[in-house]
């Protein structure tokens, strides 16, 4: 290997042997005719701050660091909306269940118009003088400011109009939400298309994953800590939440929001997108070529990972959604509970995610998200026979416990499902994370509203123990089965002998 000013050389050179194995005498070559072939020159591309072994064996410390607090600013503001935002709308503003649910919908479809937007947006060059910061860094940045610019106005009365009939209100309420909700998809999207840009390994892709997750979980316990506190130390502990909590609400959002535009700024300083000053590079990882939409949505497996990851989303977010309903309507428990309850359930999703890399590396991706959706599976029918004194005191912890366990091993295996799907593409990456959100969103707000307009009017106990068990655990049911029968690609359209050589403009490029 020679070294020259634009790059590297390497030389592939034709072996004298016309055995059509490797040297391990039992692989087959891809393409025996390179054998045929006299020497050749096969040029190709790098960042120059990195060298090869970097690029596929080293990534730093501080990178995995960087990368997860990156996402915590929406991940904080995602356990608000989804934990807390039908309580607030609902207990607080005096929403009727539809109207909440309504307000809700409002917002994933806002997100879920957002994502592919964005997605097919950042896959873009980055000629714009604005985005030679990093494509996907702009586009993060954009979303940052927002998520902050707006996030607030949704956790707090109306502004001069508390007096206004609800319609309006709603109004009011959906600018917010929509502009926080593209804000979130633009954050959400780049910092998910960052993943495979990184590292072309898939166990340091596992890796990223899980750390993401992982500081995911650590803003939801960040979260429901604030929540417990400020519940508690108001004198609310032993009360139900009502229209006196407004105040509240505000300063656990201020306080959990503060700690997140922190992380964003690090992650800001200490991420660096590679290959932004010189977008013509064709880099050794593949980033140079974009698959075709025609071509993408034709691969069957699309589809496949799409119902995965919708699934898994939905049992993650609707547990989420409901459990604080079920905990107030069902169990009938105090305004503490409301925050402690999701805390142990983040708690064991958090411990969870140290060891889904090794459970990834044992089982494989497959084996590994059925694992987590037996557990899913279990606490759902535990929840469904879960009643009295001894289930509402002790036993609801150890029912939290499982269901965070297993969003952690679903929520990381689909997201790793995803980045396989990409496989080296990683200029249709962000695109493809935007469909998979797309599905996650809408299907999210139309089974929201759907719940709640059934329960508009219909005050029955045990409804949200039911949506909890057969809808939640219908969800994850549904995923691994659908994990069961999807085959991993190499990559979206892609052969093995194209992975590896590819003709371009007279010279061949490894990818």
């Known amino acids: 290997m020679q070294m020259h000013n634009d790059g590297y050389e390497m030389v592939i050179s034709e072996s004298e042997s016309e055995d059509p194995y490797h040297v ?7 393409n025996n005719s390179l054998n045929k072939q006299p020497k050749k020159r096969v040029k190709f591309k790098m960042d120059q701050t990195y060298d090869y072994s970097e690029v596929y064996q080293r990534l730093p410390i501080r990178t995995y660091v960087a990368y997860g607090m990156g996402h915590i600013l929406n ?37 879920a118009l957002s994502t592919p937007f964005v997605g097919y947006f950042s896959d873009q060059g980055d000629n714009f003088w604005f985005c030679r910061y990093g494509k996907r860094k702009t586009w993060h940045l ?8 707006t996030f607030p106005f949704i956790f707090s009365p109306c502004v001069e109009c508390e007096a206004a009939a609800n319609w309006s209100k709603m109004i009011y309420y959906s600018m917010f939400i929509i502009i926080f909700q593209f804000g979130w998809a633009a954050v959400q999207i780049s910092h998910l298309s960052l993943i495979p840009e990184i590292s072309p390994n898939e166990h340091d892709r596992t890796q990223l994953t899980a750390v993401r997750y992982g500081f995911t979980v650590v803003a939801n316990v960040l979260v429901y800590v604030v929540t417990w506190a400020v519940l508690h130390l108001g004198g609310n502990d032993n009360n139900k939440i009502n229209f006196t909590d407004a105040g509240k609400f505000q300063d656990i959002v201020i306080n959990v929001m503060a700690f997140g535009a ?12 590679t290959n932004i000053n010189n977008p013509g590079l064709e880099d050794v ?10 071509e993408l949505f034709s691969d069957i497996q699309l589809y496949q990972v799409a119902l995965t990851y919708m699934c898994s989303r939905l049992f993650i977010n609707l547990t989420q959604v409901f459990i604080t309903l079920y905990l107030h309507e069902s169990l009938n428990m105090v305004a503490s509970s409301l925050a402690i309850v999701p805390l142990i359930m983040y708690l064991g999703s958090l411990i969870t995610s140290f060891s889904i890399g090794y459970i990834n590396k044992t089982l494989g991706r497959k084996l590994t998200y059925i694992f987590g959706a037996i557990i899913g599976l279990a606490a759902c029918l535990f ?4 009643q009295g004194d001894l289930y509402s005191q002790y036993l609801i912890y150890i029912v939290a416990t499982l269901l965070g366990s297993a969003s952690s091993i679903v929520l990381v295996s689909s997201l790793g499902i995803t980045t396989d ?6 200029n249709s990456g962000a695109f493809v994370y935007g469909i998979m959100s797309f599905v996650d969103k809408l299907a999210n707000g139309v089974v929201v509203i759907i719940i709640q307009g059934q329960h508009e009017g219909e005050p029955h106990l045990w409804y ?3 949506i909890l068990t057969y809808v939640c655990g219908g969800a994850v049911l549904l995923g691994g089965l659908a994990v069961i029968f999807w085959r991993r690609p190499l990559h979206v359209g892609e052969t093995t002998q194209e992975l590896l050589f590819e003709e371009d403009e007279g010279h061949e490029t490894i990818n």
Not at 142 to 149: D, H, N, P
Not at 262 to 273: A, D, Q, R, T, Y
Not at 383 to 386: E, F
Request: glycine share 8%; net charge neutral.
């Open 383 to 386: 929840i469904h026979w879960g």
């Open 262 to 273: 922190i992380c964003s700024l690090l992650f800001h300083i200490f991420v660096k997108e």
């Open 285 to 294: 990882r593949g980033t140079r070529l974009r698959t075709d939409f025609k």
């Open 75 to 111: 991940d904080v503001c995602a356990s608000m909306w989804f934990t807390y935002l039908l309580v607030f709308l609902h207990l607080v503003l005096n929403f009727t269940d539809t109207q909440a649910g309504a307000l809700l919908l409002v917002g994933q479809v806002a997100d």
């Open 421 to 426: 799907l990409i496989g080296t593409r990683t």
């Open 142 to 149: 954009i979303g940052t400011f927002c998520v902050i610019l």
């Open 464 to 466: 949200y123990r039911d």
């Open 24 to 30: 391990d005498g039992t692989t087959p070559l891809l």
